[in-house]
């Protein structure tokens, strides 16, 4: 039988939700508050899009029909906190004239297609690279693909499972063959989803709970929208770009010894 811990991925995930528990992303009350977010996250940090998006829920605009009917200038006026407002306005429109040519408007008939098939679609809008469309895919339509930022590729490549020339799909992957089994350990328990967050030890990245974070979903999709939620904890909090924490951080134990002694010097 295989070790679930066996590889580094999905005991790295084990340590992590033991130690933080849920991390609740992603912090939206809607599908398409989601893919707002996803668009404005780009190059900048949440606070900056929580401004902007409380701007919309404001002005009542944060919802397709909002978006559609607002008229370019006055969407830049309301997102301009979230930066590139210009161009991030762009994008937003272009992706509800995209819903709604080929969609009719309906983002479950969007959701409803093939991972893949819906993937290529959204890497071909304006502005959407596999980041931003592994996020919408994984955290508005709860299809099953991993989202890998920088905080990933950072992580992995200090600690030597991927060389720097790693490719985004490359490391995708990685993580999509390593968690299915922990999927399948959870589906049979079902303990993990049911524990939530311990008392104690709050820190990672973890939100209050939201509708689309606690909205039902796959166990695998559920493990990729922890581990991504996780793997943030550690970049934002332990790995950090100039001076990682490793000395403190939950992943210290996974850190080859000569290449701990590398970071923590550096
Ligand atoms: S801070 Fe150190 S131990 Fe933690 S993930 Fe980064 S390199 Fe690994």
Redesign the pocket.
């Known amino acids: 039988m295989t070790n679930p811990n066996s590889d580094p991925i999905r005991a790295y995930y084990h340590t992590l939700l033991s130690t933080w528990g849920r991390q609740h992303w992603w912090p939206a009350q809607s599908r398409f508050e989601v893919i707002v977010g996803a668009y404005l996250t780009q190059n900048t940090s949440w606070t900056n899009v929580e401004k902007a998006l409380s701007n919309l829920r404001q002005a009542r605009r944060l919802s397709l029909s909002g978006i559609r009917r607002t008229p370019q200038a006055t969407l830049e006026k309301l997102i301009r906190s979230a930066g590139y407002f210009r161009q991030k306005a762009q994008r937003l429109k272009t992706f509800v004239r995209f819903l709604d040519r080929r969609y009719d408007g309906s983002l479950s008939r969007m959701f409803a297609q093939p991972t893949a098939q819906l993937r290529e679609e959204l890497l071909a809008l304006n502005g959407v690279g596999p980041e931003t469309a592994d996020s919408i895919l994984l955290y508005a339509g709860n299809h099953p693909v991993f989202v890998v930022d920088a905080y990933t590729r ?2 992995l490549e ?2 030597e499972l991927i060389s720097p020339r790693a490719a985004y799909d490359e490391i995708r992957e990685q993580f999509e063959r390593a968690l299915p089994l922990v999927a399948a350990k959870a589906a049979g328990s079902q303990t993990e989803r049911a524990t939530g967050t311990p008392a104690t030890r709050p820190r990672g990245s973890s939100h209050p709970p939201s509708r689309m974070s606690t909205a039902p979903r796959s166990p695998i999709a559920q493990v990729f929208n922890e581990m991504h939620g996780l793997i943030v904890g ?2 934002k909090n ?3 770009n100039s001076r ?3 000395d403190t ?4 134990d ?2 080859p010894n000569d ?2 002694r590398r ?2 010097s550096a």
């Open positions: 950072r992580i200090r600690h550690v970049g332990y790995c950090l990682p924490q490793c951080c939950p992943l210290r996974f850190l290449k701990m970071v923590t």
